[in-house]
DNA sequence: CCGATATGTTTGAGTCGTCAAACTTTCGAC
DNA sequence: GTCGAAAGTTTGACGACTCAAACATATCGG
């Protein structure tokens, strides 16, 4: 079994390529994610390599073995499946889930996981939208494209929130941007880098460009 | 905050106090329970001591001070309380979730563990009969004796299994043997070390008087 | 009272994960 | 193309925790 820190890393690695599925994930991103010196991280990586999880040229990215994305999509399994627990079963807010399930995700057993996943109806998605991983290890990142590239007049359902600062996620709550909340896109700023959007049945709110990126919809109905 | 394995001393410490009042906790024992060597503990136990949380005289027992007992009640009460949820909110078995809770004690936020207390009603005791330290650190112990203590005859309700291997706790439940539940000594067989115990509504059942004595009841009714 | 045995302590060494700081390589702006 | 900043690496050190093994003290049965 990896240890905590272990997995750690390989959850940083993996969601860092979820992110931009062009670049690998770096020292120093993986680094900044964890929360230690590059130093650190490059001496953990090569770890991770001995060991047959991860694989990186010297001076390159950094991407994961197929035991490592196994063991990686393990992680945020569990991660996820606790956050949408403490969501549902105990009335958590979801700004609050992340730095809870951040924790309990190493400490949780093969069974306990099991017994939550057949409490919450086997779920695809926790609080934030994001895929929860089968317990074969396989993903399914659903294809959804960010807030920030549609066009006005655009109505569109919330998909998926990735930003998963507190701050952020009460911001968006209290306008209404949930996961499967409809909006509509009213106007772009160019010039301001924003757009105006107006949450279903709710009065409208200007978002920057740069956080309109953090929110990842479907296309309208 | 406690490192997870100072925490994991000091439930020690406290849980061999509270397991014979008479003799203070020893190296050796505080040793086994931890699952280190005699040479660890006593290192540690230098480092419990510098840090004021516990109390050692050379080659005396040792005592927790009082922010010692303060902390170890803290880790104490998250322990019950997770068992007892797992037990009522999740439907595991009295015999799975000492292990269990033995890692998520050392994971769950203060927030976490107020919202289970609440959930589960600010229970008094765990599955096991345990009783669960309240929020300031005040443990109940309720007074109960060792059901090898009682008389033929004698009409008893459980109200505490201390061993919490979980054969034994299988055990237990296959005869119906669990905190609240009535019984009956119908018969002591001193040279063979036995009683033996009539579950209210079950077939009898032969003990020996050392598993009899983990298990604490209170006189009849 | 005495020695065997149990119990407690010390020492030296190892693992894991971390940092700071010196160093090397890469890469983009000019 | 060059050069300076950004990114990656190496090194030496440290704290937390552990063990094995040698050692010291206590305790109990005879
Ligand atoms: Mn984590
Ligand atoms: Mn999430
Ligand atoms: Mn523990
Ligand atoms: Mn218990």
Chains 1, 2 share one sequence.
């Not at 309990?104 to 779920?123: I, K, M, T, Y």
């Amino acid at each position: 079994m990896a240890t905590e820190t272990v997995e750690n890393y390989l959850k940083a690695i993996m969601t860092l390529a979820a992110e931009s599925p062009t670049r690998e994930a770096t020292v120093s991103r993986i680094a900044a994610v964890v929360g230690v010196t590059r130093g650190t991280a490059t001496s953990m990586i090569k770890k991770l390599t001995a060991g047959g999880l991860a694989r990186a040229e010297r001076y390159g990215g950094v991407t994961l073995t197929s035991s490592g994305r196994r063991a990686a999509s393990d992680v945020l399994r569990r991660h996820r499946l606790i956050e949408t627990f403490l969501v549902r079963a105990l009335k958590f807010d979801w700004s609050e889930v992340h730095e809870e399930a951040e924790r309990l995700e190493h400490a949780v057993s093969p069974r306990l996981l099991e017994r939550l996943d057949e409490f919450l109806g086997h779920p695809a998605c926790d609080p934030h939208g994001d895929p929860i991983p089968g317990r074969a290890g396989v993903v399914i990142e659903p294809a959804a494209k960010p807030l920030s590239s549609c066009k006005v007049g655009a109505v569109v359902r919330i998909a998926r929130v990735i930003d998963q600062s507190a701050a952020f996620l009460r911001f968006m709550a209290q306008h209404g941007l949930k996961p499967d909340a409809k909006a509509k896109v009213v106007a772009l700023h160019a010039p301001a880098q924003s757009m105006e959007v107006e949450p279903h049945g709710r009065t409208k709110l200007v978002l920057a460009l740069a956080a309109a990126e953090k929110i990842l919809v479907h296309a309208g109905r």
